[in-house]
Nanobody, 121 residues
Framework: QVQLVESGGGLVQAGDSLRLSCEAA????????MGWFRQAPGKEREFVAA?????NYADSVRDRFTISRDNAKNMVYLQMNSLKPEDTAVYYC?????????????????WGQGTQVTVSS
């Protein structure tokens, strides 16, 4: 059974940094794309960043967030710098069977339970 478990969320002030981690268990994703999505209250879940044979970022986080992976540990990370109140959301780790880092939610088969990130102004 595949499990994705996120950690690292919390409450921070605007301008602070956070690093989210996601550990995959049950199978290796070293040859597959993994990414991060987020969902703010009352909004749709949206793409944040993904990394496979390519790397993609949402325009709203480009130059502030960095996605990285440790395939030996089956983990993916999201370093978030210069956080803004509008980054407040539940952040979800996702993985897909393909190698291309896509931006569409429906292309990811595996999901974590999410970790809350709250940025105060």
């Amino acid at each position: 059974q595949v499990q994705l478990v996120e950690s690292g969320g919390g409450l921070v002030q605007a301008g602070d940094s956070l690093r989210l981690s996601c550990e995959a268990a049950g199978r290796s994703f070293s040859q597959n794309a993994m990414g991060w999505f987020r969902q703010a209250p009352g909004k749709e879940r949206e793409f944040v960043a993904a990394r496979g044979i390519n790397t993609n970022y949402a325009d709203s986080v480009r130059d502030r967030f960095t996605i990285s992976r440790d395939n030996a540990k089956n983990m993916v990370y999201l370093q978030m710098n210069s956080l803004k109140p509008e980054d407040t959301a539940v952040y979800y780790c996702a993985a897909r069977s393909g190698m291309v880092a896509t931006t569409t939610r429906s292309s990811y088969e595996y999901w974590g339970q999410g970790t809350q990130v709250t940025v105060s102004s």
